[in-house]
């Protein structure tokens, strides 16, 4: 779905967008989704066919999490209230029902990530063994920053960074 969305947005079909997050409000949670949605409500066309409610899909607690902090973190706004502005401006729905459904998305357990052990796949090393794992860890002190580069065979180019807070 994201390699069909992405090629409909190079042809210039900017509904496709709106459809994918339709199909699937996680999808948010893609860098280049999320980037490619602030960028189509800077350029302020409708993202919607017509005769389609603007903004009503997008009003889910987990897109509007996203966004703001997307915002924030690239430092297009200096904080969250400033977010809610820039959103509200962008016709998504009035600054209170923002800060509200950003709350909600941060406090919601649906909108947390998960994390699946598999007991099976798990395996024992002796001391030996490990050493040489361990003295490639890194104990980030706060306000430092870790950024790794790299690639990925169905992303592309990839950017993780680590900030301890």
């Not at 509200?88 to 923002?98: L, N, Q, R, V, W």
Request: overall charge positive.
């Amino acid at each position: 779905m994201l390699r069909a969305c992405r090629e409909r947005l190079r042809r210039g079909d900017r509904y496709a967008l709106t459809e994918l997050l339709d199909d699937n409000p996680a999808f948010i949670e893609v860098e280049w989704v999320r980037e490619a949605l602030l960028r189509l409500l800077e350029g302020g066309l409708p993202l919607r066919r017509r005769g389609r409610i603007r903004g009503k899909h997008f009003r889910s607690p987990h897109i509007i999490r996203a966004l703001v902090e997307c915002l924030v973190t690239r430092g297009d706004v200096p904080s969250s209230e400033e977010a809610f502005c820039y959103l509200e401006d962008k016709g998504f729905a009035s600054k209170h029902t923002i800060r509200r459904l950003f709350y909600q998305g941060r406090q919601d357990s649906r909108f947390r990530p998960v994390q699946f052990e598999y007991p099976e796949r798990s395996f024992r090393l002796t001391a030996e063994e490990a050493e040489p794992w361990l003295r490639r860890v890194r104990i980030l002190g706060e306000g430092e920053r870790l950024v790794y580069r790299g690639q990925d065979p169905t992303l592309g180019e990839v950017e993780l960074i680590f900030e301890a807070t």
